[in-house]
């Protein structure tokens, strides 16, 4: 069956997380991504363990299936003619090195693209290709310096990151669509083009509100814990065994939260009718709604808002979430090999050309054999 991008190669010179999620999706999405690792040790994350598989770790497999390995020393005038070639072939090239490195070797953007007009050279990079390009590119520093650590936490407490490399997973998501974007621009114009990235761009792109609120009004945001900065409730309240998570987006949302707690003054009461009311008596709408929650479980009071539209819920870990999926039909896992651990589904279904082969992630150097063979050839085409 046909898939999004079959026919398309990706040359995949990145490693670590932004460029490899990048580049797995466009593997999910049917392109052929030949993943060039270094030798002796490869991608980073092999090695970021623990949880470790069969094959290295569950950090490097997240953002590595259906891809083909090949290793190659780009201190090795070969290797290097033979990535050059590589790169001389592909659709897509992804790239996350050091500010010059790559244009050293001949794989610059000018230089490949001198001889692939059509290429779409994506380029990721922490801070940009100006005046920050020297600097280090990690999640959790662009975490700090961009500012959601800043909003991130308890209001007294520590600042704190997000529970995961959100940065480099934001980051990556927009590099796919940057080069999905300029894979379609070719398909009228005929040319390729270049793509940059950066993590602190895509940072303070996904801060949304928050960067709204601060560019419009002068103040800065800070740590608010679970709640929000502009409704109210969404937050988490305290139950008799525990925290359930309300989200009201709307006052005919809270109209329904207040008659299932048995309180349906509270949505005619003028501090709590409307939701830019309720946001400035947040604390007297939390007591209030808190004094009747606590007479009953988390899970009572989830199935009874539920049932009646409001959204509500117990915080669960990522089994429940896992779980919840399952039951809710979306199949989010899927099975690789024998060899491998199940891996999260694709998260975009397609009517057409569904996403129907998931590949284990490649040992290190496990295509050299096949790639090589047919880079030499390619080279051999060309000094004919």
Same mark, same amino acid.
């Given at each position: 069956?046909?898939?999004?991008?079959?026919?398309?190669?990706?040359?995949?010179?990145?490693?670590?997380?932004?460029?490899?999620?990048?580049?797995?999706?466009?593997?999910?999405?049917?392109?052929?991504?030949?993943?060039?690792?270094?030798?002796?040790?490869?991608?980073?994350?092999?090695?970021?363990?623990? %949880?470790?598989?069969?094959?290295?770790?569950?950090?490097?497999?997240?953002?590595?299936?259906?891809?083909?390995?090949?290793?190659?020393?780009?201190?090795?005038?070969?290797?290097?003619?033979?990535?050059?070639?590589?790169?001389?072939?592909?659709?897509?090239?992804?790239?996350? &090195?050091?500010? =010059? $490195?790559?244009?050293?070797?001949?794989?610059?953007?000018?230089?490949?693209?001198?001889?692939?007009?059509?290429?779409?050279?994506?380029?990721?990079? =922490?801070?940009?290709?100006?005046?920050?390009?020297?600097?280090? =590119?990690?999640? &959790?520093? !662009?975490?700090?310096?961009?500012?959601?650590?800043?909003?991130?936490?308890? %209001?007294?407490?520590?600042?704190?990151?997000?529970?995961?490399?959100?940065?480099? !997973?934001?980051?990556?998501?927009?590099?796919?669509?940057?080069?999905?974007?300029?894979? $379609?621009?070719?398909?009228?114009?005929?040319?390729?083009? +270049?793509?940059?990235?950066?993590?602190?761009?895509?940072?303070?792109?996904?801060?949304?509100?928050?960067?709204?609120?601060?560019?419009?009004?002068?103040?800065?945001?800070?740590?608010?814990?679970?709640?929000?900065?502009?409704? $109210?409730?969404?937050?988490?309240?305290?139950?008799?065994?525990?925290?359930?998570?309300?989200?009201?987006?709307?006052?005919?949302?809270?109209?329904?939260?207040?008659?299932?707690?048995?309180?349906?003054?509270?949505?005619?009461?003028?501090? &709590?009718?409307?939701?830019?009311?309720?946001? +400035?008596?947040?604390?007297?709408?939390?007591?209030?709604?808190?004094?009747?929650?606590?007479?009953?479980?988390?899970?009572?009071?989830? $199935?009874?808002?539920?049932?009646?539209?409001?959204?509500? =819920?117990?915080?669960?870990?990522?089994?429940?979430?896992?779980?919840?999926?399952?039951?809710?039909?979306?199949?989010?896992?899927?099975?690789?090999?024998?060899?491998?651990?199940?891996?999260?589904?694709?998260?975009?279904? &397609?009517?057409?050309?569904?996403?129907?082969?998931?590949?284990?992630?490649?040992?290190?150097?496990?295509?050299?054999?096949? !790639?090589?063979?047919?880079?030499?050839?390619?080279?051999?085409?060309?000094?004919?």
């Amino acid at each position: 069956m046909t898939m999004p991008l079959d026919g398309v190669v990706v040359a995949d010179f990145s490693r670590v997380l932004a460029g490899p999620l990048a580049t797995a999706t466009l593997a999910d999405l049917g392109a052929t991504v030949i993943k060039v690792e270094r030798p002796g040790a490869g991608d980073e994350t092999r090695s970021w363990g623990p %949880p470790w598989t069969t094959n290295s770790s569950t950090y490097f497999e997240c953002a590595n299936r259906s891809k083909q390995s090949v290793v190659l020393d780009l201190e090795d005038a070969h290797d290097v003619r033979l990535a050059q070639t590589l790169a001389r072939r592909a659709d897509v090239l992804v790239e996350n &090195f050091k500010d =010059g $490195a790559l244009a050293r070797r001949g794989l610059g953007y000018d230089t490949v693209r001198a001889s692939n007009p059509r290429v779409i050279y994506c380029s990721i990079t =922490g801070f940009g290709s100006h005046a920050g390009a020297s600097l280090a =590119g990690y999640d &959790f520093l !662009v975490q700090a310096l961009g500012g959601l650590m800043s909003i991130t936490g308890e %209001p007294d407490g520590e600042p704190m990151k997000a529970g995961v490399a959100l940065v480099d !997973v934001l980051t990556a998501k927009d590099a796919t669509i940057g080069i999905l974007a300029a894979l $379609a621009a070719r398909s009228q114009s005929g040319e390729g083009q +270049r793509v940059e990235v950066n993590l602190l761009s895509s940072l303070l792109g996904a801060l949304a509100n928050q960067a709204s609120a601060y560019l419009a009004t002068g103040e800065v945001p800070r740590r608010l814990g679970n709640r929000h900065p502009s409704i $109210a409730p969404y937050e988490t309240l305290a139950c008799q065994d525990g925290r359930l998570a309300v989200a009201c987006g709307n006052d005919r949302q809270f109209r329904r939260l207040s008659s299932v707690l048995g309180a349906a003054d509270l949505a005619d009461d003028p501090r &709590f009718a409307t939701n830019s009311a309720r946001v +400035r008596h947040r604390s007297a709408l939390i007591e209030a709604l808190e004094s009747r929650l606590v007479t009953d479980t988390v899970d009572a009071w989830s $199935a009874q808002l539920t049932a009646e539209g409001v959204p509500a =819920g117990k915080v669960g870990d990522i089994a429940d979430g896992i779980a919840l999926a399952t039951a809710l039909g979306l199949e989010p896992v899927v099975s690789m090999d024998s060899s491998a651990p199940p891996q999260v589904r694709h998260p975009v279904t &397609f009517s057409a050309t569904p996403v129907t082969t998931y590949l284990p992630p490649p040992h290190l150097g496990e295509h050299d054999g096949p !790639v090589r063979r047919w880079l030499t050839d390619l080279i051999e085409e060309t000094d004919r």
